[in-house]
Nanobody, 115 residues
Framework: QVQLVESGGGLVQAGGSLRLSCAGT????????VGWYRQAPGKLRELVAA???????YYEKSVQGRFTISRDNAKNSVYLQMNDLEIEDTGVYSC?????????WGQGTQVTVSL
């Protein structure tokens, strides 16, 4: 059974930093693309960052230069380092592994950025 568990969310002031973790069991992270998605209040879920199995990364324009995605295949984990956080970064962050129809989601972790 595949399970993804996110952690590291919380309440932070604008300009602060958080590091999110996505740990997986039951599946090999190293051969899969993993993405971090964000759903802000009243908005659709959007892809924030992703890392492919062979290394290349993607960042949504608004987080470029502030967020860094990385992976540790030995720990079957992917991380999202978020710096210089903005109010607009508030939302539920979820990690997703793979592609349809073989994709898996974590339960999400709340990130709240305050003034």
């Amino acid at each position: 059974q595949v399970q993804l568990v996110e952690s590291g969310g919380g309440l932070v002031q604008a300009g602060g930093s958080l590091r999110l973790s996505c740990a997986g069991t039951g599946i090999d992270f190293s051969v899969n693309r993993v993405g971090w998605y964000r759903q802000a209040p009243g908005k659709l879920r959007e892809l924030v960052a992703a890392v492919n199995s062979n290394g290349p990364t993607y960042y949504e324009k608004s987080v470029q230069g502030r967020f860094t995605i990385s992976r540790d295949n030995a720990k079957n984990s992917v991380y999202l380092q978020m710096n210089d956080l903005e109010i607009e970064d508030t939302g539920v962050y979820s990690c997703k592994l793979g592609w349809p129809p073989n994709e898996y989601w974590g339960q999400g972790t709340q990130v709240t950025v305050s003034l």
